[in-house]
Each structure stands twice: as structure tokens, then as C-alpha cells.
């Protein structure tokens, strides 16, 4: 086994070790059929693009699995992206998850974190970050009338170990968040400082980073 090899299989060790941290990793792991990058999408750090489902009592998170693999085309030891990320619900959720909103949100943020490819140095440095993606899946019921979903990115994960030692680095976990649309305009509306009132509120209710369609919005 050569060195970029021996990295990447301690990569996947770590990661795996990290995400057991958090509940019941569901054995499979979950890819696109064909790799996005084939067809024109952004490329993933070692090509490979995974997702993993956990399970800790009725929370269902989905993390991605692959942004902060080593570059292939460097010979130093790296963390990718130096991200994954993170979409927990508190909604109920059956053996289609895969299928459901958490899964699908997850894949459009992380596929925006390698086509940027600086996600980490803006968490760094902002925080919180917000973005909006098209409703391709829901949930519905958090949609603006123009069928836009708002996310707000790197809320605190109180009951989550959201950064990890991976063998070339420390990797951070950023969170994902949908929105009601009077959050996401507050946001539009406020900026930075929109963003971090919502932080303060979210952890005030208690609910930080999991989303959820059926919870009040506030504000």
C-alpha cells in the first residue's frame, strides 16, 4: 500500500469512527449512480461522492462522505475541501430517506461546497452562511412562492462533534438549515447580522441546526 493509499483508507477510518459518534450508521452508503463529475458537475477531491445515513433515536441525519477526501493530484497529505456536510431532521423519516428532502438538500449543498471549493475559508471566516437552492424535493411547506428553499449554514451542534482529526487535518462539519420564507427574507433583508440573530434565536428554541417542516418560524 503506498502512501496516498494508506492516507486515504486512514480518511475513511477517521470519518467512519466520527460519524459512529453520532448514533446508528446505516451499513450501505450512498452514491449517485453515475458520478456528477461525468457529466459536467463538480468534481469531489478524490472523485468519489458518497452520502451516509445516521439514526440517533428519532433524528435522521444525512452527511456527506467524500468533500474531504485527499486530492488525488497532490502528493501531500491534504483534507480536501476540508467540509462535509450535514442536514439533520427531527421529522419523521422511513426506510426512504434516501428519496426524501434531508437526502436531497444535503447532495445540493455539498455538490455548491466543491463546485466554490472554499466553503471552509467562508465558515472560517463569517460563521454563518446562508444560500438559497431551488425546491426540487421539498419540503414543500417551508418553499417561498417562488419555489426557492432558504438554508442558513453553520449553525452550533450542540449534541454533534462537527469537527473531526482527520490523519492531515481538522475537518468541520457545517450544518444545514431550511428556512421559512420569512426567515430566508429576514435574512435577504438583514444580512450578516440577520444571519447571526437567527443563530442566537435558533439555539434560544432550542432547535440550533435540525430542521424540520413542521416547526413556528421566528421571526
Excluded at 421529522?91 to 430517506?97: A, K, L, R, T, Y
Aim: charged share 25%; hydrophobic share 40%.
Amino acid at each position: 500500500m503506498d502512501a496516498r493509499e494508506q492516507l486515504l483508507q486512514q480518511t475513511y477510518a477517521a470519518r467512519d469512527a466520527a460519524l459512529r459518534q453520532w448514533g446508528e450508521v446505516d451499513p450501505l452508503v450512498h452514491a449517485p449512480i453515475i458520478n456528477p463529475a461525468f457529466r459536467g458537475g463538480a468534481r469531489w477531491p478524490s472523485l468519489r461522492q458518497a452520502f451516509r445515513v445516521i439514526r440517533d433515536g428519532a433524528n435522521t441525519i444525512v452527511c456527506s462522505d467524500g468533500l474531504a477526501d485527499p486530492f488525488d493530484d497532490e502528493e501531500e497529505p491534504n483534507i480536501g475541501f476540508g467540509v462535509e456536510i450535514l442536514c439533520e431532521t427531527s421529522d419523521p423519516e422511513d426506510g426512504s430517506v434516501v428519496n426524501d428532502w434531508p437526502s436531497w438538500i444535503a447532495y445540493d449543498v455539498a455538490q455548491q461546497a466543491a463546485h466554490h471549493g472554499g466553503f471552509r475559508e467562508l465558515i472560517d471566516e463569517l460563521g454563518v452562511l446562508s444560500m438559497e437552492i431551488n425546491n426540487r424535493f421539498g419540503p414543500d411547506e417551508m418553499a417561498t412562492p417562488e419555489n426557492r428553499i432558504g438554508l442558513l449554514l453553520g449553525l452550533s451542534a450542540p449534541n454533534r462533534n462537527t469537527e473531526w482529526a482527520f490523519p492531515a487535518g481538522t475537518v468541520k462539519v457545517v450544518t444545514v438549515k431550511v428556512l421559512h420564507p420569512s426567515e430566508l427574507a429576514f435574512v435577504v433583508n438583514e444580512g450578516q447580522a440577520g444571519r447571526e440573530r437567527l443563530r442566537d434565536l435558533f439555539a434560544e428554541t432550542g432547535t440550533h441546526h435540525v430542521s424540520s417542516a413542521t416547526r413556528a418560524a421566528v421571526v
